[in-house]
């Protein structure tokens, strides 16, 4: 199994605050994602890393904002939590792609109520 | 608008029978398919892919066929077992790196 790891894995926290969730990963690939999971949508791709200090926004990436200041961490940041951001958070991690078929894995999620 | 979609919701199937699973997209720039298994509580994890120059991908008990002209991917599961049952999500990569989840189909194999 990879090794990547969340924290925390649930947090419950209120309107208006900030949240901060922690990708941390001990293999040493360059891709990092940024996923969530809602009912009737499927993963839907937040922010995405392709190396440190590089990062990109994906399909849904309004509300949320990242940081990549090391290679094994990628932080997902919700400056000002809002009830539509309760989810469940992925993150995942990909090696070098010219040496992959693509396949990303990932971690085993943090489950965020926003109250 | 969802670009990957999985129009069946749930499959139930007998032990040792086939599982089809489909998948229909609409981007035709996709160049890389990808399909995933996650069960309840844990993060999804690797099954197969293929990549858009070809039409089949077997490893094992599991086959992805892709139909480019129609949009459409399946994968097989052949024989099924109990321990299949999980929900299955097909992947997309669009050439700017970025990856389009369908909304992943609840399979029960029924022993």
């Known amino acids: 199994d990879a090794g990547i790891t969340q924290s925390p894995r649930h947090k419950v926290t209120e309107t208006g605050t900030p949240v901060t969730l922690r990708c941390h990963q001990t293999?040493?690939?360059?891709?990092m994602y940024w996923y969530r999971q809602d009912p009737g949508h499927g993963l839907r791709l937040i922010h995405y890393?392709?190396?440190?200090?590089?990062?990109d926004k994906g399909e849904v990436s309004d509300g949320y904002s990242v940081s990549r200041s090391k290679t094994e961490d990628f932080l997902l940041t919700l400056e000002s939590a809002t009830s539509s951001q309760t989810s469940v958070y992925f993150c995942?991690?990909?090696?070098?792609?010219?040496?992959?078929?693509?396949?990303?894995?990932f971690g085993p999620g943090t489950r965020l109520t926003v109250t | 608008d969802q670009q990957v979609k999985q129009n069946s919701p749930s499959l139930s199937v007998q032990e040792g029978r086939i599982s089809i699973l489909n998948c229909d997209y609409t981007?035709?720039?996709?160049?890389?398919f990808l399909w995933y298994k996650k069960y309840p509580a844990e993060g999804p994890t690797f099954l197969i892919s293929i990549s858009s120059i070809k039409d089949k991908n077997e490893d094992g008990r599991f086959t992805v066929f892709l139909n480019k002209s129609a949009k459409h991917l399946s994968l097989h599961i052949v024989p099924s077992q109990p321990g299949d049952s999980a929900v299955y999500f097909c992947a997309a990569r669009d050439t700017g790196n970025q990856f389009y989840f369908g909304t992943g189909t609840s399979l029960t194999v029924i022993p």
């Open positions: 890393s392709y190396g440190v200090k590089d990062t």
């Open positions: 995942a991690i990909s090696p070098e792609l010219a040496f992959s078929s693509y396949e990303q894995y």
């Open positions: 981007n035709s720039m996709f160049d890389y």
């Open positions: 293999e040493n690939h360059r891709y």
